[in-house]
């Protein structure tokens, strides 16, 4: 059975009509299954296609936005030539080859280092927790420990930081605690993503809790999509990433059938 509903279909139609197309993607549990090592997690193939499809069609442009740090979400989506990356939930940007995120001040990098010096110890007092380092912060990932094991990790982590950084950016994900000197969201990400395409529409797909970060910057005629359970304020959801490769390769067919 399709995930694809009337009225889904009907908005994915309009959508297609537009004189250029942003359509932009989180990566993990959207493009692509969640797994307890993220270094092994890789957009579905049915998913990729989707995204070659909208890539062939002119006046499209797709990008996918990730709290990941940049070079991980390269790595991770093999993303093909063309796609723009979105890391740390907008605080890098990799377009056509170039990099480029806001600077950290003095205050800034201060702010930094105490949370390196924060979080030193923290693996071995919590084995199986993860922590990634990102340009503006760190993220602490606790996929795949129980759940008395991850409430443990997140609360020190808060702790840790209510200590050393207290004015730092807080944002709870799935399995994941992140903390930044730098208050960007993905919201931010689609305004400047919108800006640097001239795009006239939207398409935003997404299944965490900073993706309504996203959702609540798209306009009328553009389309949020949320992938998975959860509370949204995306008027339109699919139950997974296969859904949604299967909403890509749809919007792909009709945007090709404009002629563009």
């Known amino acids: 059975m ?21 359509v932009a993607l989180d990566f993990d549990g959207t493009l692509a299954p969640f797994v307890d090592r993220p270094e092994d997690a890789r957009a579905l193939p049915e998913a990729r296609l989707a995204v070659e499809r909208l890539l062939e069609v002119s006046h499209t442009t797709v990008a996918f936005v990730s709290g990941r740090a940049v070079d991980s979400l390269q790595l991770a989506s093999e993303a093909p030539a063309g796609v723009l990356l979105v890391g740390s939930h907008g605080a890098e940007y990799r377009f056509d080859g170039v990099d480029a995120h806001p600077p950290l001040d003095a205050d800034d990098t201060e702010r930094l280092r105490a949370l390196t010096a ?23 990932h606790t996929r795949g420990l129980d759940s008395e094991a991850a409430f443990l990790a997140e609360n020190d982590a808060r702790r840790i930081v209510a200590d050393v950084c207290p004015d730092a950016t807080v944002r709870d994900g799935k399995d994941v605690l992140e903390f930044s000197v730098l208050d960007a969201t993905k919201g931010d990400a689609i305004l400047h993503l919108r800006d640097y395409t001239g795009a006239t529409a939207v398409l935003y797909a997404g299944d965490d809790v900073t993706d309504e970060d996203a959702f609540s910057v798209l306009n009328t005629g553009d389309l949020a999509l949320k ?4 509370p949204t304020i995306a008027p339109f959801r699919v139950g997974s990433p296969a859904e949604v490769a299967e909403v890509l390769d749809s919007l792909a067919s009709f945007r090709a ?4």
Do not use: Y
């Open 2 to 22: 399709s995930a694809i509903d009337a009225a889904l279909n009907s908005a994915l139609k309009q959508l297609a009509d537009a004189e250029h197309l942003l």
């Open 118 to 140: 924060g979080f030193a110890g923290f693996s071995d007092a919590h084995p199986g927790a993860r922590i990634e380092r990102k340009p503006a912060g760190f993220a602490v």
């Open 227 to 230: 992938s998975g359970e959860g």
């Open 257 to 260: 059938a404009t002629g563009r």
